[in-house]
């Protein structure tokens, strides 16, 4: 919480998503008052909210998901796919994978760092690519956990119907890269 700027924001739709998988474990009562700690009332997708807040309600998530996903680590990835997930799925979600095309990593990747920067008021995000079926994105200045950007990446993978894998390797407590491979 400590790195989390006063200034830094993220949009609804990514609060929103893990509300939405509170909902579906623990149902809607537990969902609206996961959101009660942070707002009265529900949260607009496009807007921007405190990213302190969304961190705030990420770990609350994680320690009520936790028993469905096996562990806090696990839960957190959970929310990450979930906040890709319900993207896919939607009608502008489907527009860009139609132009994206299934199957091309290096084209959905290589426009993740302005993806991010849409989503997030903070950090920098890099894309590179280190061979046909490698490449490497770049945090800095990231306060989400780790394990939030590997299930969004993991989910991103499927939903341009790829199978792969995200290595993480940390460089700090507000840096990583992640190696992704198909």
């Known amino acids: 919480m400590d790195l989390a700027p006063d200034s830094a924001t993220v949009r609804g739709l990514i609060f929103n998503a893990v509300f939405k998988l509170v909902k579906q474990h ?3 009562a537990a969902s609206n008052e ?3 700690t942070v707002s009265k009332k529900p949260l607009v997708d496009f807007f921007s909210y405190s990213a302190r ?3 705030q309600v990420l770990y609350q998530a994680a320690e009520l998901l936790a028993p469905q996903y096996g562990s806090h680590e696990s839960a957190i ?25 299934k199957g091309d990593p290096k084209r959905l990747f290589s426009s993740a760092p302005t993806a991010y920067s849409t989503t997030v008021s903070y950090g ?5 690519l280190l ?4 490449l490497r994105l770049r945090f800095t200045g990231d306060m989400q956990p780790v394990e939030f950007h590997q299930g969004l990446l993991e989910a991103a993978l499927q939903g341009i119907g ?21």
């Open 77 to 101: 990835r959970a929310c990450g796919a979930a906040a890709v997930g319900g993207f896919f799925d939607s009608g502008v979600g489907r527009t860009l994978t139609h132009i994206i095309g």
């Open 34 to 36: 996961l959101r009660a």
């Open 131 to 134: 061979g046909e079926r490698k």
């Open 26 to 28: 623990h149902g809607e």
């Open 162 to 182: 790829c199978q792969g894998r995200i290595e993480v390797l940390r460089r700090g407590l507000d840096a990583a890269d992640y190696i992704i491979e198909w």
């Open 124 to 128: 920098q995000r890099e894309y590179a």
């Open 53 to 55: 807040d969304f961190l």
